[in-house]
C-alpha cells in the first residue's frame, strides 16, 4: 500500500525506471505448444529467470480457442487450424498458469521459471 | 450453454462498462446516444471482418502483427479518451451548472464528440472479435451450437445490463459527483488502456526496459475472476504489473492532470 503515499509511489516507480532488467541480448528460447482435443502439449514449460521466450502456439482442433494468461500478459485468440507466436518474459522465478480460455477447465498449462 | 454464456459475458462486460461510463460522461451532449451507438455498430462491423480475416489467414496472413494493431487502437482510444477526461477537468463547472439548450450545443461544439465513438469502437471491436470467433467456432464444431448461440446471446444481453445498471447507478449521482467520477473513471480507463497498449508494443519489439514485476496482488483480486475484469477495465488493474506499465500509467494521469487543470487557468471564464 505504501506504493499510493506519494513519496512511496516516487520511489517505487524510480526503482522500476532505472535497474531495467537488463536488456537481455539472449535470443529468445523457441518452443512449440500444440492445442488437441482441447488440451495442451505440452503443458509445461521451463525457463530460466529472466529469459525471454518465444511460443508457437498450434491450434490443431477445428474451434478457435483464446491463448491467456494474464500472468503471463497474455490474450491472443487463434482460428481453428491457426497458429500463433507469442513471446514472453524476461520473468522472475516463479510458476505462471496459462489457458485455453475458450476450453478452461481441460486447457491448462503452466510456465515454470526458476 | 452455460459455459457458451460465461464466455461471451466475460468478453463483453468490458464493452459494456465502457459503454455505459462513456455515455453517463457525455450526458448533455446532443446525439450522444446516436454516437455510442454508432460507435458501438462500427466496432461491431469490424469485429466481424477482423474475426473472418482472422479464421480464413493463410500462412502468409499468420504473421499479421496483432499485436502492433491491438497496441495502436488501445493508445488511440487512450488519446481520446484523455482528452475528453482533461476537457471535462477545465470545464466542470460548466458541466454541472444548469445549462440552457443553447449552452449546452455551445460546449457540445467544442468537445471532440467523435473521440468518444472512437472508444466505444475500439472496446466493442477489441472483445467482439473474440466472441465472434468463438461463436462462430462453436455452432460450427455442430452439435448443441444453437444452445451455444443461445448462451453466447444472454451472456451478451446479461453483460449489457450490467452496463446500463453501471450507467443508471452513476446518473442516480448528483451532476457534480457523476461527472466528478465519470471524468476520474475517463482518465483510469485512458491510463490502463495506455498502459496495456505500451506493454504489448513492448512484447512485440522484445523491448524488455522496465519489464521488471512489482508485485503479485492476484492472490487479492485475481485479474481473470469478474471482479479483477471489471477493475482491469474501468481503473487499469494489473495484478503482477511491470515497471513499464506503472510508469505509463502515471504519466498518463499526471498528463490528464495537467492538460485539465493548464487550460483551466488560460480561461478564467470557465468558473
Known amino acids: 500500500m505504501?506504493?499510493?503515499?506519494?513519496?512511496?509511489?516516487f520511489a517505487t516507480l524510480t526503482m522500476a525506471l532505472v535497474p531495467v532488467s537488463a536488456a537481455l541480448a539472449d535470443d529468445p528460447?523457441?518452443?512449440?505448444?500444440?492445442i488437441k482435443d482441447h488440451k495442451f502439449t505440452p503443458t509445461e514449460?521451463?525457463?530460466?529467470?529472466?529469459?525471454?521466450?518465444?511460443?508457437?502456439v498450434i491450434n490443431a482442433d477445428a474451434t478457435p480457442e483464446e491463448f491467456e494468461s494474464k500472468a503471463l500478459k497474455v490474450e491472443k485468440v487463434i482460428a481453428g487450424g491457426r497458429r500463433v507466436v507469442v513471446k514472453i518474459g524476461p520473468l522472475k522465478p516463479g510458476s505462471y498458469a496459462f489457458v485455453g480460455e475458450y476450453h478452461e477447465d481441460t486447457a491448462k498449462g503452466v510456465v515454470i521459471v526458476e | 450453454m452455460v459455459a457458451a454464456f460465461?464466455?461471451?459475458f466475460r468478453e463483453t462486460l468490458e464493452a459494456g462498462l465502457i459503454i455505459g461510463l462513456v455515455l453517463a460522461a457525455a450526458k448533455g451532449l446532443p446525439w450522444r446516444r446516436t454516437l455510442v451507438a454508432g460507435g458501438t455498430l462500427a466496432g461491431l462491423v469490424i469485429a466481424v471482418i477482423a474475426a473472418l480475416v482472422l479464421s480464413i489467414a493463410t500462412d502468409a496472413l499468420e504473421a499479421i502483427p496483432t499485436e502492433v494493431i491491438d497496441a495502436t487502437a488501445l493508445l488511440v482510444a487512450a488519446a481520446m479518451l484523455a482528452g475528453h477526461a482533461a476537457w471535462m477537468a477545465r470545464h466542470a463547472a460548466e458541466l454541472t451548472r444548469e445549462v440552457t439548450a443553447a449552452g449546452a450545443a455551445v460546449l457540445a461544439g467544442e468537445r471532440p464528440a467523435y473521440a468518444l465513438s472512437i472508444v466505444v469502437a475500439v472496446a466493442v471491436a477489441r472483445e467482439g472479435v473474440e466472441t465472434v470467433l468463438f461463436l462462430a467456432g462453436a455452432t460450427a464444431a455442430g452439435g448443441g451450437g444453437g444452445s451455444v448461440l443461445m448462451g453466447g446471446i444472454i451472456g451478451a444481453v446479461v453483460a449489457a445490463a450490467c452496463g446500463a445498471t453501471f450507467?443508471?447507478?452513476?446518473l442516480r449521482l448528483s451532476?457534480?459527483?457523476m461527472f466528478a467520477i465519470s471524468g476520474w473513471l475517463l482518465a483510469l480507463v485512458a491510463a490502463g488502456m495506455a498502459a496495456d497498449g505500451v506493454a504489448l508494443l513492448q512484447q512485440h519489439f522484445d523491448v524488455t526496459i522496465g519489464t521488471t514485476e512489482l508485485w503479485d496482488s492476484s492472490a487479492l483480486v485475481s485479474q481473470g475472476s469478474l471482479l479483477g475484469r471489471a477493475l482491469h477495465t474501468l481503473i487499469g488493474y494489473v495484478e503482477r504489473p511491470t515497471g513499464a506499465q506503472l510508469a505509463v500509467f502515471a504519466a498518463t494521469l499526471v498528463t490528464i492532470l495537467l492538460?485539465?487543470?493548464?487550460?483551466?487557468?488560460?480561461?478564467?471564464a470557465a468558473r
Open chain 1, 29 to 34: 528460447v523457441k518452443f512449440d505448444i500444440t
Open chain 1, 45 to 56: 514449460i521451463r525457463l530460466k529467470a529472466g529469459q525471454r521466450a518465444e511460443l508457437t
Open chain 2, 167 to 170: 450507467y443508471a447507478g452513476l
Open chain 1, 2 to 9: 505504501t506504493v499510493f503515499s506519494r513519496r512511496g509511489f
Open chain 2, 259 to 268: 492538460l485539465g487543470r493548464g487550460s483551466r487557468a488560460s480561461t478564467p
Open chain 2, 6 to 8: 460465461i464466455i461471451v
Open chain 2, 175 to 177: 451532476a457534480r459527483t
